[in-house]
């Protein structure tokens, strides 16, 4: 009870930290990224980036508040990782990939065209699904080309945004609960594909 008084009463504190998380978890991908240890795939990352901004107007006609802070600021991010992945990104793009990328902009079309909430995330969770297919695979072969602490921590975060939401309709919290799943399934693949390779 009192963790729900809580967490009732801090929505905008819940808000801000989400938000520093998101900027704070990107640091080392950036990071890497300029080491050139990391390699971003533009297909993943050009989506999420457009699909986060389009979610995160959503979220604020809806009135998810300060719960919505952190998904525009990983939009923002993922729009400039994808420029820089233009030229220090993943280079291999295998048809999986153009199919992926072809389905979630087919799916981001639709959504457009939507004129029911519900409808619109849950296409919004099939293109963020889809948008993932070409960095899964680039990292399933790489495990070692992708930042594992960006990811958990960037999970962490949306968490923690689902408490700060200030308004709660499978239209404001489906869709960074969708990203969590998928994150998680990230995290492990890669957590498990590492020790395979170093064994």
Not at 72 to 83: H, P, Q, S
Not at 142 to 150: D, I, Q, S
Not at 156 to 174: C, D, H, K, N, R
């Amino acid at each position: 009870m009192f963790l729900l008084d809580f967490i009732e009463s801090h929505k905008i504190f819940l808000g801000i930290i989400s938000s520093v998380i998101a900027v704070v978890a990107y640091i080392p991908y950036f990071q890497d990224i300029f080491r050139g240890k990391t390699k971003p795939h533009i297909f993943s990352w050009f989506t999420w980036g457009l699909l986060g901004g389009i979610t995160y107007a959503a979220q604020i006609i809806k009135g998810a508040g300060a719960g919505s802070w952190a998904n525009g600021l990983t939009a923002l991010i993922c729009l400039i990782i994808a420029v820089l992945s233009i030229t220090r990104g993943e280079k291999q793009i295998t048809l999986t990939d153009k199919l992926s990328f072809s389905g979630a902009i087919l799916a981001l079309i639709l959504w457009a065209l939507t004129k029911n909430p519900l409808t619109a995330v849950i296409l919004a969770c099939l293109i963020d699904t889809l948008a993932y297919v070409p960095t899964f695979r680039k990292a399933y072969s790489k495990p070692f080309e992708e930042t594992l602490p960006a990811f958990i921590t960037t999970t962490v975060g949306i968490i923690i945004s689902l408490f700060a939401l200030e308004a709660y309709s499978p239209t404001t919290w489906l869709y960074p609960a969708v990203l969590v799943f998928s994150n998680s399934i990230f995290i492990a693949m890669l957590l498990i594909r590492r020790r395979l390779i170093e064994r």
